[in-house]
């Protein structure tokens, strides 16, 4: 482990040395990609510092009581090893979290899809109850949040929600609330007072922006040809119209627009951009149809990843058998420690399987 993360410390000092070079620094994209780096490697930097402090310190009391006759030294280097020894466990298993690889889809923004499962009416209240208490999540957060696309349940809440969420690791955060959520309790439409299990779902995608498009210059083919039709003598008599092709794609687009070749590159190289991502776009959402569909299931009662009952005051996440009795904080948006749990039991996973 230690190898590992002086090979990291030399990585973060690298980096640091390149954000104060003045070509890194004229280039906005490039230094907020190293920037955002630094700042990632700038945890673990700090951990390994004081896991090798501890260690150090370990050593040099093990390391008295082997060569001081002094006894009261000897008693003092043993009960500050008393006192360290037992932070070296704790302190690697920090460590092995922060080493986890981390998924560069989590800084994205989200779109989050709340919809009414089986139970009528009552599974749409259920669905506008799930965006009350995301919104006010996203309150606490300070996260912007915006409905794309609405349809309203016939006597409340609603059938479907889209919202797009923007903010600090928003996709990170909200991917664990993907799955079937359940409710038990009284309908307000129930005359009997029996209670009631209805379902809505809720899917996290990561959202696709357009610098999410990377085009590699040396994937790029030019042409260059003489424009047609009108536009003076000048644009029919010289090679300023441009045609590029995108060769991994096969996606091409001319420009014979501008008065001047090197105008008419700039503006097929936006058309560019836009074409793929538009057709990165609809990939995209091809996979999040896709996606959909594997973690939300049927929609159904069974197919549940959290129950909120309402005569027992409990919220259960299935997943990882939590059980919390204060119903009433997290429909209010008190989920962060429900996402902590489900965080903490996923990177344990990725440790078992690394």
């Known amino acids: 482990m230690l190898d590992k993360l002086e090979a990291i410390k030399e990585r973060y000092e690298?980096?640091?040395?390149?954000?104060?070079?003045?070509?890194?620094?004229?280039?906005?994209?490039?230094?907020t990609k190293i920037s955002k780096e630094y700042k990632n490697l700038g945890e673990i930097v700090d951990a390994y510092h004081k896991y090798k402090d501890l260690l150090g310190n370990i050593a040099t009391n093990k390391e008295l009581l082997q060569t001081e006759s002094d006894e009261e030294l000897r008693e003092?280097?043993?009960?500050?090893?008393?006192?360290?020894?037992?932070?070296?466990?704790?302190?690697?298993?920090?460590?092995?979290?922060?080493?986890?690889?981390?998924?560069?889809?989590?800084?994205?923004?989200?779109?989050?899809?709340?919809?009414?499962?089986?139970?009528?009416?009552?599974?749409?209240?259920?669905?506008?109850?799930?965006?009350?208490?995301?919104?006010?999540?996203?309150?606490?957060?300070?996260?912007?949040?915006?409905?794309?696309?609405?349809?309203?349940?016939?006597?409340?809440?609603?059938?479907?929600?889209?919202?797009e969420v923007s903010g600090k690791d928003v996709y990170g955060t909200l991917k664990y609330e993907s799955g079937g959520h359940r409710v038990q309790r009284v309908p307000k439409t129930e005359s009997q007072g029996r209670v009631h299990t209805s379902a809505a779902t809720v899917v996290v995608m990561p959202r696709l922006e357009m610098e999410d498009?990377?085009?590699?210059?040396?994937?790029?083919?030019?042409?260059?040809?003489?424009?047609?039709?009108?536009?003076?003598?000048?644009?029919?008599?010289?090679?300023?119209?441009?045609?590029?092709?995108?060769?991994?794609?096969?996606?091409?687009?001319?420009?014979q627009d501008g008065r001047s070749q090197l105008k008419n590159r700039e503006i097929a190289l936006e058309k560019l951009y836009v074409r793929l991502y538009e057709r990165q776009r609809e990939e995209h959402e091809s996979k999040v149809a896709g996606a959909r569909k594997s973690l939300v299931g049927t929609g159904d009662r069974s197919?549940?990843?959290?129950?909120?009952?309402?005569?027992?005051?409990?919220?259960?996440?299935?997943?990882?058998?939590?059980?919390?009795?204060?119903?009433?904080?997290?429909?209010?948006?008190d989920i962060q420690g429900i996402i902590d749990a489900l965080r903490v039991a996923d990177n344990a996973e990725k440790l078992k399987e690394g």
């Not at 800084?107 to 965006?131: C, P, Q, V, W």
């Not at 005569?311 to 948006?333: A, C, F, M, W």
């Open 14 to 31: 690298y980096i640091g040395e390149q954000l104060t070079d003045p070509e890194v620094i004229a280039d906005m994209k490039r230094y």
């Open 76 to 163: 003092m280097a043993k009960m500050e090893l008393d006192e360290l020894e037992p932070k070296v466990e704790p302190m690697e298993e920090e460590i092995k979290f922060l080493l986890i690889p981390k998924d560069p889809e989590d800084e994205k923004n989200a779109i989050m899809e709340i919809r009414a499962g089986t139970g009528g009416d009552e599974a749409s209240i259920f669905a506008g109850d799930l965006y009350r208490m995301y919104t006010r999540y996203f309150d606490n957060q300070k996260w912007k949040h915006e409905i794309v696309a609405v349809t309203e349940g016939t006597v409340g809440g609603y059938s479907k929600l889209i919202i």
């Open 213 to 255: 498009v990377n085009v590699n210059k040396a994937d790029l083919s030019w042409d260059t040809f003489r424009a047609s039709g009108a536009g003076g003598q000048h644009v029919n008599k010289t090679e300023s119209a441009v045609r590029v092709t995108h060769i991994p794609t096969g996606t091409v687009v001319e420009c």
């Open 303 to 333: 197919g549940k990843v959290r129950t909120y009952n309402y005569p027992q005051n409990r919220v259960t996440d299935h997943r990882i058998n939590l059980t919390l009795y204060k119903l009433g904080s997290i429909v209010d948006g």
